[in-house]
């Protein structure tokens, strides 16, 4: 994992790095990923993920309240910003891990140029080149309550009619995907799309 180290001895804690974008999508740098989001967010490389389990069910969690952007929102199953010299799949895994306590297996591109810019009530932006990924639960969830307050597994339809019906409930990225993700409407229940 991209990581930087703050000084020597144990106590150190790490810097996690986002890698920065320009425009047309090539990386420019790094930044640190605890100043990055702000009212003036510059464009970076994301990824989201969503998870299905072996009957075709998609989890959704809801952001903790202590996250610094849209803090109570129902969103994909995990999202997550790969490190300078770390792959999207890398990073799916680890985050999959440090997020959700739990593995992932058949990680799988469903929108490999899912880009947003969206601002929340606050004020924080984002602003991220984002691929979408789907991924099949490989063992127990245990999630991180830092990241997430509450979860469940839902029939994608579900989802779609949950969303549909109170957008402002939801991540803005999960809104704008779904439709992407499910154009002529999920799957029956019991079957994963794509």
């Given at each position: 994992?991209?990581r930087l180290s703050g000084g020597s001895?144990?106590?150190?804690?790490?810097?996690?790095?986002?890698?920065?974008?320009?425009?047309?999508?090539?990386?420019?740098?790094?930044?640190?990923?605890?100043?990055?989001?702000?009212?003036?967010?510059?464009?970076?490389?994301?990824?989201?993920?969503?998870?299905?389990?072996?009957?075709?069910?998609?989890?959704?969690?809801?952001?903790?309240?202590?996250?610094?952007?849209?803090?109570?929102?129902?969103?994909?199953?995990?999202?997550?910003?790969?490190?300078?010299?770390?792959?999207?799949?890398?990073?799916?895994?680890?985050r999959a891990s440090q997020e959700l306590?739990?593995?992932?297996?058949?990680?799988?591109?469903?929108?490999?140029?899912?880009?947003?810019r969206a601002t929340d009530a606050s004020?924080?932006?984002?602003?991220?080149?984002?691929?979408?990924?789907?991924?099949?639960?490989?063992?127990?969830?245990?999630?991180?309550?830092?990241?997430?307050?509450?979860?469940?597994?839902?029939?994608?339809?579900?989802?779609?009619?949950?969303?549909?019906?109170?957008?402002?409930?939801?991540?803005?990225?999960?809104?704008?995907?779904?439709?992407?993700?499910?154009?002529?409407?999920?799957?029956?229940?019991?079957?994963?799309?794509?």
């Amino acid at each position: 994992m991209a990581r930087l180290s703050g000084g020597s001895g144990p106590e150190t804690e790490s810097v996690e790095l986002v890698v920065l974008l320009a425009e047309d999508g090539s990386p420019t740098g790094t930044q640190e990923k605890a100043t990055v989001h702000s009212d003036s967010t510059p464009l970076h490389l994301a990824f989201s993920t969503h998870v299905y389990n072996g009957e075709g069910q998609i989890l959704v969690t809801r952001r903790a309240m202590s996250k610094r952007a849209w803090p109570g929102v129902w969103t994909n199953s995990f999202c997550g910003h790969p490190g300078p010299g770390e792959s999207t799949e890398q990073a799916i895994v680890r985050r999959a891990s440090q997020e959700l306590g739990m593995s992932v297996a058949d990680i799988t591109p469903a929108l490999p140029d899912f880009r947003y810019r969206a601002t929340d009530a606050s004020g924080i932006v984002e602003n991220e080149v984002c691929p979408v990924f789907t991924a099949v639960i490989d063992g127990d969830l245990a999630p991180s309550p830092d990241e997430v307050m509450d979860w469940k597994w839902v029939e994608p339809a579900q989802l779609v009619s949950a969303v549909t019906a109170a957008p402002w409930a939801f991540s803005p990225w999960l809104t704008l995907q779904l439709p992407l993700l499910y154009p002529s409407g999920p799957a029956p229940a019991g079957q994963n799309f794509g």
